[in-house]
C-alpha cells in the first residue's frame, strides 16, 4: 500500500511540476519504459480535470447565487444603483 501512495504522491509532483529538472527527467524516463505508469498519469490527470470542471462549475453558481440576491433583494437597491452609475458612465 505504501509504494502506490508513493507513487500517486509522485504522479501528483510531476503534474503539478514540483520535480527538480533532475527528478523529472528520471519520472519521463520511468513513464516511456512502463506504460503501466502511463496509464497512471494519464487518469490521474483527468481526474485533476474533472475536479477543476466541477469547481469552476460549482464557482459559477455560487457567483450567480451572489448575483441574484444582490440584483433582486430590495435591501441592497443601493449597491445596484453605485454599479448602475458606473456603467451609465461609460
Known amino acids: 500500500?505504501?509504494?502506490?501512495?508513493?507513487?500517486?504522491?509522485?504522479?501528483?509532483?510531476?503534474?503539478?511540476?514540483?520535480?527538480?529538472?533532475?527528478?523529472?527527467?528520471?519520472?519521463?524516463?520511468?513513464?516511456?519504459?512502463?506504460a503501466d505508469l502511463q496509464n497512471k498519469v494519464s487518469s490521474q490527470q483527468q481526474v485533476y480535470s474533472l475536479v477543476q470542471q466541477y469547481s469552476r462549475k460549482q464557482l459559477k453558481h455560487e457567483i450567480e447565487a451572489v448575483h441574484q440576491q444582490l440584483f433582486t433583494q430590495p435591501e441592497h437597491l443601493s449597491f445596484r444603483q453605485k454599479i448602475a452609475r458606473i456603467f451609465l458612465n461609460r
Open 1 to 34: 500500500m505504501r509504494t502506490s501512495l508513493n507513487e500517486i504522491a509522485a504522479i501528483e509532483d510531476h503534474l503539478l511540476q514540483r520535480h527538480t529538472p533532475g527528478a523529472a527527467l528520471l519520472f519521463e524516463a520511468k513513464m516511456l519504459l512502463d
